[in-house]
């Protein structure tokens, strides 16, 4: 088990939600490939973006549903600055995930997130789990309270 893989199980389980996270038969990178994979809606693939603060340059997270697209004017008024893309070594530095996998929790170092209001409208959601092939079924009320995120309108 991977490194990424066990310290998501280990926050899920910390969290009081001991979940044991899914290997798919293939990569799970989009939320068409993991909605497929797990024979669900595409929009109960929460989808784990992350933008850096143009001020200061934090990892920030945007937990939002598999067609909904970050408003990046509104996810930037969430933050309270503007927001650059972040690349792949801030994400692994920050998160400790690797572009792909970035799971929604478990990260290295806290991380400020947001929560798309979507997601609550199942009663179940998936969720990359640390790595390009795991994801884990989860109530979207529970990664909400785990996730220590905000409820947000932040998508277009």
Known sequence: MSKSLRRVTAALADAGVPITPVEMPGETKTAQQAAEAVGCEVDQIAKSIIFAGETSGTALLYI?????????????????????????????????????????????????????PRLLDFTEIWAAAGTPRHNFPINPHDLLRISSAQLADFTT
């Open 64 to 116: 939002t549903a598999g067609t909904n697209q970050v408003d990046t004017t509104k996810a930037a008024a969430c933050a309270g600055e503007p927001l650059v893309r972040a690349d792949a070594a801030l994400i692994r530095a920050q998160t400790g995930f690797a572009i792909g996998g970035v799971s929604p929790v478990g990260h290295i170092t806290p991380i400020q997130a947001w929560f798309d």
